[in-house]
């Protein structure tokens, strides 16, 4: 596996016409068409590195965006290669993502950007960047019920989600396209693009509507309209299908219904939107967090706002990579840093894959057209993009360095493949769009070829064997044929989990095979495991099913399952380890002793732990708050980038995602099967904003009949059906898939092949398995490894990602988390005014201390540290169990149950960092930090240490 085709051009041939042609030429407006393997990364550094050898410009004058972390390292990496610069002169140059870019804006001007939307709190060098999904969805429902409870009059709204945080990327999907709340309407009259554009629409209509086969056929539309309200229930004034469809013998819908369907009352729920938007932005900003959609909205708000800051900002050359893969937000981001019309964009709309991250494709395939049109819109009310916006120069790359002929023509059938067997594509028009690419291999021998078996895993493995030494399928190198190895092969996969069952039917024939890509962490069973351990500490309702788990994984029936849980007739070997889990103090001791009970000592258990320890460093989370987390992870499908490495002689396992930008010379595309690729189910969230139909709600909550009920909404559902097809990135997918093999492409299926295999021109041949196990010289390791990058602003810790762990895991004696929850609820409560009544000595030793504090009680204060480690910026948040203030002193107070005085000097690292926060806090008073052992009723002072010592922990 090579990670780009420009690797042959980096060997020393020289550019081709056109890659030259755009080398040259670097002033003015290019929209560069870049196929699969076309040099397209060769060709944009060499442009930079000619950019950039003027003697009038230097790095900081070129913004060169990127889409990910890695390719911009990449991109520096070769720049360096091809002009006088080094990489000390390039480590602060602007090459990098859009989201370290928007970071480096708001870190360095960003305070007051949030008053532009008229919220309060700033943006300052301790607001953190929250990359971790679940940990925000966690976040997110917390906000949710707090929203609930301040807004009554959203509850029918609100009863019609199914899951509240399918509102948080309905938010992320209106910021990528600039649609912001202000505290009194929308920013720039978003207000506006929410009610949809019926002109666009009817256009569409039309098109769906139009009678087929010279009039001879119903449209499209209509025969669609045939499935109208199966399994619904719709309102009473709903029209039924035969009003919508017209009268019998009719080829198209009556005109009427464009405007019966588009035309609907959504003020309330645009009201219910933007509250909970603005809402949760405030919400956000007080956590001190912003997401990778809020770097980049207050960016775009901040340089639309300021314009002595944005002249500041501007660039006098802007060049951005995979522009495909933009977003509405970016593109207009990238034009207001755009000093002058030196503007390049590079990329290919057949490989835009990236919808699910708000990537628009219409970005490059209408490139003019929206360039005229978001130059107009950011100019509506003072002049902010001042270059000409035309001529664009458009210069297609088609020679291919990476592919044979054959494959590069086959390829094309992707695009063209229908997804359904009721589906029908335009070929022609699509054909048309495409720029067909020409091989630059000295050879084209490939074979393309599809095989099929009910064990699809063991069927791959044998045609594996098959090819490896096989000169059938021999595989170029430096212009001649050799023999395959087994590193010359990739499955490439839709669906995350095909992989790791690949990759665990390999391993019973010491198959040598390496896994990259995402795997769905909380399904796995070491996950599903400590969930149900966890659900039996937490001792709820939930805790039955935590028990049905662990007794099923002993080997028990269901009915003496069932006899188990309604009599409590636990087994005792099982009671005891319960009471060993409680007596521990944290999540990942808990998890680490489930695992080691069950022998969990493998790849997957060890990523679960790194993701549950990366949980509680970076949150001041409970139980309960980790048991929603994988609960959620289990429904949403929560994946973690993973590496499994095999030696060097191992076949590659990803997925197709995780695969673009990288080639191998064997491609097998697997699991190409009915209701996997394409994926079957979903249909996305209750509430939804899209182009040109605007915001929708799919369900309300009515009482129509004289009961309450969640209501389909038909309007919406008539809609979809007038939507672009669903497949369309489904075919750039396959794309990919196809154009990464540069000698030879297969495709394998079990039982039910997907409609896109059955319409490609391949013979789908049976193949038995008779795979067997492999003696190789290489060490096989499957092990996974964890990649948690860094995140593009400063790193956040809690406190308790300074300190060891391993403190806790040889206390025999404690008395558990449940304990000491309980004891920090009765002090906070107690600390409040409340009326609680202790039950324990820790909790009258409580009552008593605090009845003789004098001064203000503060519970649970919230506490932020930045600090500066090796010139990264760090966060260390956390809360304080209690502050004690008086006029002359503050005290910091944390509770803790602790038997012993194993955990101190860990300890005293959390309390240094509440220490330097109060410090600031309160200058002109005395700080003081101390623990309260609850048990023995001792305070015990704390000297904290600085925050030099603290940094050095950090590192």
Same mark, same amino acid.
């Given at each position: 596996?090579?990670?780009?085709?420009?690797a042959s051009l980096d060997e020393g041939l020289s550019p081709n016409e056109r890659q030259q042609r755009l080398i040259e030429n670097t002033d003015g407006l290019y929209l560069v068409d870049a196929g699969a393997g076309t040099g397209k990364t060769f060709t944009v550094t060499h442009r930079y590195a000619n950019i950039v050898d003027?003697?009038?410009?230097?790095?900081?004058?070129?913004?060169?965006?990127?889409?990910?972390?890695?390719?911009?390292?990449?991109?520096?990496?070769?720049?360096?290669?091809?002009?006088?610069?080094?990489?000390?002169?390039?480590?602060?140059?602007?090459?990098?993502?859009?989201?370290?870019?928007?970071? *480096?804006?708001?870190?360095?001007? +960003?305070?007051?950007?949030?008053?532009?939307?008229?919220?309060?709190?700033?943006?300052?060098?301790?607001?953190?960047?929250?990359?971790?999904?679940?940990?925000?969805?966690?976040?997110?429902?917390?906000?949710?019920?707090?929203?609930?409870?301040?807004?009554?009059?959203?509850?029918?709204?609100?009863?019609?989600?199914?899951?509240?945080?399918?509102?948080?990327?309905?938010?992320?999907?209106?910021?990528?396209?600039?649609?912001?709340?202000?505290?009194?309407?929308?920013?720039?009259?978003?207000?506006?693009?929410?009610?949809?554009?019926?002109?666009?629409?009817?256009?569409?209509?039309?098109? /769906?509507?139009?009678?087929?086969?010279?009039?001879?056929?119903?449209?499209?539309?209509?025969?669609?309209?045939?499935?109208?309200?199966?399994?619904?229930?719709?309102?009473?004034?709903?029209?039924?299908?035969?009003?919508?469809? +017209?009268?019998?013998?009719?080829?198209?819908?009556?005109?009427?219904?464009?405007?019966?369907?588009?035309?609907?009352?959504?003020?309330?729920?645009?009201?219910?939107?933007?509250?909970?938007?603005?809402?949760?932005?405030?919400?956000?900003?007080?956590?001190?967090?912003?997401?990778?959609?809020?770097?980049?909205?207050?960016?775009?708000?901040?340089?639309?706002?300021?314009?002595?800051?944005?002249?500041?900002?501007?660039?006098?050359?802007?060049?951005?990579?995979?522009?495909?893969?933009?977003?509405?937000?970016?593109?207009?981001?990238?034009?207001?840093?755009?000093?002058?019309?030196?503007?390049?964009?590079?990329?290919?709309?057949?490989?835009?894959?990236?919808?699910?991250?708000?990537?628009?494709?219409?970005?490059?395939?209408?490139?003019?057209?929206?360039?005229?049109?978001?130059?107009?819109?950011?100019?509506?009310?003072?002049?902010?993009?001042?270059?000409? /916006?035309?001529?664009?120069?458009?210069?297609?790359?088609?020679?291919?360095?990476?592919?044979?002929?054959?494959?590069?023509?086959?390829?094309?059938?992707?695009?063209?493949?229908?997804?359904?067997?009721?589906?029908?594509?335009?070929?022609?028009?699509?054909?048309?769009?495409? =720029?067909?690419?020409?091989?630059?291999?000295?050879?084209?021998?490939?074979?393309?070829?599809?095989?099929?078996?009910?064990?699809?895993?063991?069927?791959?493995?044998?045609?594996?064997?098959?090819?490896?030494?096989?000169?059938?399928? @021999?595989? %170029?190198?430096?212009?001649?044929?050799?023999?395959?190895?087994?590193?010359?092969?990739?499955?490439?996969?839709?669906?995350?989990?095909?992989?790791?069952?690949?990759?665990?039917?390999?391993?019973?024939?010491?198959?040598?095979?390496?896994?990259? +890509?995402?795997?769905?962490?909380?399904?796995?069973?070491?996950?599903?495991?400590?969930?149900?351990?966890?659900?039996?500490?937490?001792?709820?309702?939930?805790?039955?099913?935590?028990?049905?788990?662990?007794?099923?994984?002993?080997?028990?029936?269901?009915? %003496?399952?069932?006899?188990?849980?309604?009599?409590?007739?636990?087994?005792?070997?099982?009671?005891?380890?319960?009471?060993?889990?409680?007596?521990?103090?944290?999540?990942?001791?808990?998890?680490?002793?489930?695992?080691?009970?069950?022998?969990?000592?493998?790849?997957?258990?060890?990523?679960?732990?790194?993701?549950?320890?990366?949980?509680?460093?970076?949150?001041?989370?409970?139980?309960?708050?980790?048991?929603?987390?994988?609960?959620?992870?289990?429904?949403?499908?929560?994946?973690?980038?993973?590496?499994?490495?095999?030696?060097?002689?191992?076949?590659?396992?990803?997925?197709?995602?995780?695969?673009?930008?990288?080639?191998?010379?064997?491609?097998?595309?697997?699991?190409?099967?009915?209701?996997?690729?394409?994926?079957?189910?979903?249909?996305?969230?209750?509430?939804?904003?899209?182009?040109?139909?605007?915001?929708?709600?799919?369900?309300?909550?009515?009482?129509?009949?004289?009961?309450?009920?969640?209501?389909?909404?038909?309007?919406?559902?008539?809609?979809?059906?007038?939507?672009?097809?669903?497949?369309?990135?489904?075919?750039?997918?396959?794309?990919? @898939?196809?154009?990464?093999?540069?000698?030879?492409?297969?495709?394998?299926?079990?039982?039910? #092949?997907?409609?896109?295999? %059955?319409?490609?021109?391949?013979?789908?041949?049976?193949?038995?398995?008779?795979?067997?196990?492999?003696?190789?010289?290489?060490?096989?390791?499957?092990?996974?490894?964890?990649?948690? #990058?860094?995140?593009?602003?400063?790193?956040?810790?809690?406190?308790?990602?300074?300190?060891?762990?391993?403190?806790?895991?040889?206390?025999?004696?404690?008395?558990?988390?449940?304990?000491?929850?309980?004891?920090?609820?009765?002090?906070?409560?107690?600390?409040?005014?409340?009326?609680?009544?202790?039950?324990?000595?820790?909790?009258?030793?409580?009552?008593?201390?605090?009845?003789?504090?004098?001064?203000?009680?503060?519970?649970?204060?919230?506490?932020?540290?930045?600090?500066?480690?090796?010139?990264?910026? =760090?966060?260390?948040?956390?809360?304080?169990?209690?502050?004690?203030?008086?006029?002359?002193?503050?005290?910091?107070?944390?509770?803790?149950?602790?038997?012993?005085?194993?955990?101190?000097?860990?300890?005293?690292?959390?309390?240094?960092?509440?220490?330097? =926060?109060?410090?600031?806090?309160?200058? *002109?008073?005395?700080?003081?930090?101390?623990?309260?052992y609850t048990a023995d009723n001792d305070r015990v002072m704390v000297n904290p240490l600085s925050k030099a010592e603290l940094a050095e922990l950090a590192v």
């Open positions: 596996m090579t990670s780009s085709s420009d003027q003697d009038d410009v230097d790095p900081d004058d070129v913004l060169l965006i990127t889409f990910t972390r890695n390719a911009a390292s990449e991109m520096k990496d070769r720049i360096v290669a091809s002009c006088d610069y080094d990489m000390r002169a390039l480590n602060d140059a602007p090459i990098q993502t859009f989201h370290s870019l928007c970071n *480096d804006i708001l870190d360095q001007h +960003g305070f007051h950007a949030p008053s532009y939307l008229g919220i309060d709190d700033a943006i300052t060098g301790s607001t953190q960047v929250l990359e971790n999904e679940t940990i925000e969805r966690e976040y997110f429902h917390e906000f949710v019920d707090r929203f609930s409870d301040d807004h009554d009059e959203y509850d029918d709204l609100l009863r019609c989600l199914s899951d509240p945080t399918e509102l948080l990327s309905l938010i992320n999907n209106l910021a990528s396209k600039g649609i912001f709340p202000t505290a009194d309407g929308w920013y720039r009259n978003s207000r506006d693009v929410l009610e949809g554009d019926f002109e666009a629409f009817k256009a569409t209509f039309d098109e /769906l509507n139009r009678p087929r086969n010279d009039g001879n056929k119903q449209s499209k539309l209509r025969s669609s309209l045939g499935r109208y309200g199966k399994n619904k229930c719709y309102l009473p004034d709903a029209p039924d299908r035969g009003e919508l469809r +017209g009268e019998y013998g009719s080829k198209s819908v009556p005109e009427d219904v464009a405007r019966l369907v588009f035309t609907e009352d959504r003020d309330h729920l645009v009201e219910f939107v933007h509250d909970v938007y603005f809402k949760y932005l405030e919400f956000a900003l007080g956590r001190n967090y912003l997401n990778f959609s809020f770097l980049q909205l207050f960016a775009f708000v901040l340089c639309c706002e300021d314009g002595d800051l944005r002249e500041s900002l501007e660039f006098e050359y802007v060049m951005i990579d995979e522009f495909q893969d933009s977003s509405e937000i970016q593109f207009k981001l990238a034009l207001l840093l755009s000093g002058t019309d030196n503007f390049c964009v590079v990329g290919d709309w057949k490989q835009s894959i990236y919808s699910f991250q708000y990537a628009a494709i219409e970005n490059i395939a209408e490139f003019d057209a929206r360039l005229q049109r978001f130059a107009g819109e950011l100019n509506d009310d003072a002049e902010r993009v001042s270059f000409p /916006l035309e001529p664009v120069t458009t210069i297609e790359l088609e020679q291919n360095y990476r592919s044979t002929q054959s494959i590069l023509d086959f390829s094309e059938h992707a695009l063209v493949a229908p997804g359904s067997s009721r589906e029908s594509i335009d070929q022609k028009s699509i054909l048309e769009r495409i =720029v067909s690419l020409f091989s630059n291999t000295d050879h084209d021998h490939s074979q393309i070829e599809a095989f099929q078996h009910a064990d699809e895993h063991e069927a791959i493995l044998t045609k594996i064997q098959e090819i490896v030494g096989n000169d059938e399928y @021999a595989v %170029e190198e430096d212009g001649e044929l050799r023999a395959p190895t087994y590193g010359d092969i990739a499955v490439l996969t839709r669906t995350r989990d095909f992989g790791r069952d690949l990759l665990a039917t390999a391993e019973t024939f010491d198959f040598p095979m390496a896994y990259e +890509g995402g795997i769905e962490l909380f399904r796995t069973d070491q996950a599903k495991l400590v969930l149900a351990w966890l659900r039996i500490l937490e001792a709820n309702s939930e805790a039955e099913r935590g028990w049905a788990v662990v007794l099923e994984r002993a080997g028990y029936t269901l009915d %003496e399952i069932e006899y188990v849980l309604e009599h409590d007739a636990y087994p005792s070997e099982m009671d005891a380890f319960r009471s060993e889990l409680t007596a521990l103090e944290t999540h990942t001791a808990v998890a680490r002793r489930v695992f080691d009970r069950y022998g969990y000592d493998g790849s997957t258990a060890d990523v679960v732990l790194t993701t549950i320890q990366s949980i509680h460093r970076s949150t001041t989370m409970t139980r309960g708050d980790l048991i929603r987390i994988i609960e959620h992870g289990v429904d949403n499908g929560y994946t973690q980038e993973v590496e499994a490495a095999a030696g060097s002689d191992s076949v590659t396992v990803q997925t197709i995602h995780s695969v673009k930008g990288l080639e191998h010379p064997i491609v097998i595309l697997g699991n190409m099967n009915s209701g996997k690729f394409p994926p079957s189910g979903g249909s996305g969230g209750t509430i939804t904003y899209d182009e040109p139909i605007g915001l929708r709600q799919r369900k309300c909550y009515a009482d129509a009949h004289g009961e309450p009920h969640v209501y389909d909404n038909w309007r919406a559902d008539v809609l979809r059906l007038c939507q672009p097809t669903e497949y369309d990135e489904e075919r750039r997918l396959l794309y990919v @898939a196809m154009t990464r093999a540069e000698d030879h492409l297969l495709f394998a299926a079990g039982e039910e #092949p997907n409609t896109f295999l %059955e319409e490609l021109p391949v013979k789908i041949d049976e193949l038995e398995p008779t795979v067997s196990s492999v003696d190789v010289d290489v060490e096989t390791q499957t092990a996974f490894s964890v990649d948690i #990058p860094a995140p593009a602003g400063p790193r956040g810790y809690s406190p308790h990602s300074l300190m060891d762990d391993s403190v806790y895991e040889d206390v025999s004696d404690g008395r558990g988390m449940d304990f000491g929850s309980h004891v920090h609820e009765f002090a906070e409560n107690y600390a409040l005014g409340e009326e609680v009544t202790p039950t324990s000595d820790d909790e009258r030793h409580v009552k008593t201390f605090l009845d003789g504090l004098s001064g203000e009680l503060l519970v649970e204060e919230r506490a932020y540290l930045p600090l500066e480690v090796d010139g990264t910026q =760090v966060t260390l948040s956390g809360v304080i169990d209690l502050v004690h203030v008086t006029d002359d002193t503050v005290e910091i107070i944390d509770f803790k149950t602790d038997l012993g005085r194993h955990a101190e000097s860990e300890y005293r690292i959390q309390l240094s960092v509440y220490y330097h =926060v109060l410090e600031e806090w309160y200058s *002109d008073r005395t700080v003081m930090a101390s623990i309260f």
